[in-house]
């Protein structure tokens, strides 16, 4: 009964590795996002698409680049990690841009 | 100026208090205020959100908007150990949402 789900929910990598984290959504909205928080617990917007289309893309290196094959899903994958990727990364959905945002339980990702 | 302003805390109250959480923020562009509550190790969740100025009621919650001073707040009532946890303003503009970095709240029984 999960509204949104992420996988993995630990992923512990080498640097220069690349990896993806995979979100699905349950709750029929239209619009997903991923979100990158720090150490100092900042949330912070990375994407966001609505019906599929990317409709924010805010500044993030090239190295991670979001792809939604359905509505329902939104994943990211991440090339050449960083010591700085280090963070939680949480997936979120919502019936429309913005309003009433349901996040999933984060993705923790420590590279080494 | 950060466009959104939250003091980090941490709040340590008494139960049975009640708890004030505040924001500001510099933007006038911003249309609707948002609280979220986020546990430690989970994901944030919506507690409240209004689109004006004034107050919203929710249980033990009220929201409060001032767009005049451009603050917020989030009052809470009748605290318990159980509302411990980090409480993030948000508001949005241009389709995406701008966080505050949180208030970490410590209810102490």
């Known amino acids: 009964d999960t509204a949104v789900s992420q996988t993995p929910k630990y992923l512990v990598t080498q640097m220069g590795n690349d990896k993806s984290i995979k979100c699905e959504q349950n709750l029929g909205h239209d619009t997903m996002y991923w979100y990158k928080q720090d150490s100092k617990k900042f949330l912070k917007i990375m994407f966001s698409y609505n019906n599929k289309e990317l409709i924010i893309n805010e500044t993030v290196p090239n190295r991670f680049s979001p792809k939604s094959p359905d509505k329902a899903h939104l994943n990211l994958h991440i090339n050449s990690l960083e010591l700085g990727d280090s963070a939680v990364y949480f997936c979120a959905s919502s019936p429309r841009p913005t309003i009433g945002q349901y996040f999933g339980p984060g993705t923790r990702l420590t590279v080494t | 100026q950060k466009e959104v302003e939250q003091d980090p805390g941490p709040l340590s109250v008494p139960e049975g208090a009640i708890v004030s959480l505040n924001c500001t923020y510099s933007n006038s562009a911003f249309q609707y205020f948002m609280w979220y509550r986020q546990y430690s190790r989970k994901g944030p969740e919506l507690l409240m959100y209004?689109?004006?100025?004034g107050n919203k009621e929710d249980g033990r919650f009220t929201a409060q908007v001032d767009k005049s001073s451009k603050y917020i707040s989030l009052f809470i009532r009748d605290s318990q150990p159980s509302d411990s946890a980090t409480y993030l303003c948000a508001m949005d503009r241009d389709d995406k949402i701008i966080f505050g970095k949180g208030t970490r709240l410590h209810i102490l029984p």
């Open positions: 209004t689109y004006s100025s």
